[in-house]
């Protein structure tokens, strides 16, 4: 696994989605992803290149034996930072390892209104795919939206920002993951599910994270 790149045009500026307002670097739980963040305290995902499907689908069955003894903490970061782990860690795994680290409290996810490239207002357009919501700027830069991912080419480089996930989406997230779906389980290892049903995004902690 190779850490997240970000394009060389937008490296030295670039902005909001959400209000507009300048993204910077911020801090990230995750060691192979790069973290977009303005002064409003919203925050963006560049992530690596995500695992195959075949490579995921054998991550429950993987075997690693330096997470022995490991709090479910530092078993998160391990799976996380460890390029063998992370070479069959499912992509929403990750962020929801992520989110369980950082611990944050999100009420909103950030909406899609701003071009990151150069911040003028978007609008949506007629594009043929009807899988994504097409999106566009006066200054001809074209976006689409799929969920709480946005992805563009800048440059014949491909970018996709992912959005933070809100307490409730990753609460809805983990517990379906949870639930022993058989096209989910063999992506899960059962340290990961430890994490998940230990971590205050889950459902069954939402009353003590409340507290």
Same mark, same amino acid.
């Given at each position: 696994? #190779? =850490?997240?790149?970000?394009?060389?045009?937008?490296?030295?500026?670039?902005?909001? =989605?959400?209000?507009?307002?300048?993204?910077? =670097?911020?801090?990230?739980?995750?060691?192979?992803?790069?973290? *977009?963040?303005? /002064?409003?305290?919203?925050?963006?995902?560049? !992530?690596?290149?995500? =695992?195959?499907?075949?490579?995921?689908?054998?991550?429950?069955?993987?075997?690693?034996?330096?997470?022995?003894?490991?709090?479910?903490?530092?078993?998160?970061?391990?799976?996380?930072?460890?390029? #063998?782990?992370?070479?069959?860690?499912?992509?929403?795994?990750?962020?929801?390892?992520?989110?369980?680290? /950082?611990?944050?409290?999100?009420?909103?996810?950030?909406?899609?209104?701003?071009?990151?490239?150069?911040?003028?207002? *978007?609008? /949506?357009?007629?594009?043929? +795919?009807?899988?994504?919501?097409?999106?566009?700027?006066?200054?001809?830069?074209?976006?689409?939206?799929?969920?709480?991912?946005?992805?563009?080419?800048?440059?014949? !480089?491909?970018?996709?920002?992912?959005? /933070?996930?809100?307490? +409730?989406?990753?609460?809805?997230?983990?517990?379906?993951? *949870?639930?022993?779906?058989?096209?989910?389980?063999?992506?899960?290892?059962?340290?990961?599910?430890?994490?998940?049903?230990?971590?205050?995004?889950?459902?069954?902690?939402?009353?003590?994270?409340? +507290?």
């Amino acid at each position: 696994m #190779h =850490p997240a790149n970000i394009p060389e045009e937008i490296r030295a500026q670039c902005y909001c =989605p959400s209000c507009g307002a300048h993204l910077v =670097p911020g801090k990230c739980a995750d060691p192979l992803s790069i973290c *977009l963040a303005c /002064e409003g305290d919203h925050r963006f995902f560049i !992530m690596p290149q995500a =695992p195959l499907a075949g490579d995921t689908a054998t991550a429950a069955s993987a075997s690693f034996h330096e997470i022995r003894g490991l709090t479910p903490e530092a078993i998160a970061s391990f799976w996380l930072s460890d390029p #063998h782990a992370r070479s069959v860690l499912n992509d929403q795994l990750a962020q929801l390892l992520r989110a369980t680290l /950082e611990s944050r409290r999100v009420v909103e996810e950030p909406r899609f209104s701003f071009c990151p490239i150069c911040g003028n207002r *978007l609008a /949506e357009y007629d594009q043929p +795919d009807i899988w994504v919501q097409g999106l566009r700027c006066q200054g001809g830069h074209s976006w689409a939206l799929r969920g709480g991912r946005f992805f563009s080419t800048i440059a014949s !480089m491909r970018l996709e920002l992912q959005a /933070e996930h809100s307490d +409730d989406v990753a609460s809805r997230l983990i517990a379906a993951w *949870l639930k022993g779906n058989p096209h989910l389980e063999t992506n899960l290892h059962e340290s990961v599910r430890r994490v998940l049903i230990g971590s205050p995004l889950c459902p069954r902690n939402a009353i003590r994270r409340s +507290d």
